[in-house]
Nanobody, 124 residues
Framework: VQLVESGGGSVQAGGSLRLSCAAS????????MGWFRQTPGKEREGVAV???????AVINPLKGRVTISRDNLKKELYLQMNNVTPEDTATYYC????????????????????WGQGTQVTVS
């Protein structure tokens, strides 16, 4: 399994960006996938998850600003972030939970077995 994130960078507060995660090595769309983020000195936190039937969940503080989606043909996972704030500064990771198709867990990501290398997002 390989996950490669892209789309991070520097953005001004109030701006938008879309993160992408190119996946390979498994049947895309058949397991829970999610986006997580971490800043130095803080615990990793879940941002958003998507199940095999397309159901999504976003952590409460980001609801209305963040959308998770996927393209099964392209085998890519996306995270659209709008109206970003400096508090969104973090390294963002995509991950796969091969043990779940539904009921995706949106916590620290302990259930997710495969991870990308991360992409840095800096909001100023």
């Amino acid at each position: 399994v390989q996950l490669v994130e892209s789309g991070g960078g520097s953005v001004q507060a109030g701006g938008s960006l879309r993160l992408s995660c190119a996946a390979s090595g498994f049947t895309f769309g058949t397991y829970c996938m999610g986006w997580f983020r971490q800043t130095p000195g803080k615990e990793r936190e879940g941002v958003a998850v998507i199940s095999t039937d397309g159901g999504t969940a976003v952590i409460n503080p980001l609801k209305g600003r963040v959308t998770i989606s996927r393209d099964n043909l392209k085998k890519e996972l996306y995270l659209q972030m709008n109206n970003v704030t400096p508090e969104d500064t973090a390294t963002y990771y995509c991950a796969v939970d091969p043990g779940r198709r539904w009921g995706c867990v949106l916590l620290r990501g302990d259930e997710y077995k495969y991870w990308g290398q991360g992409t840095q997002v800096t909001v100023s």
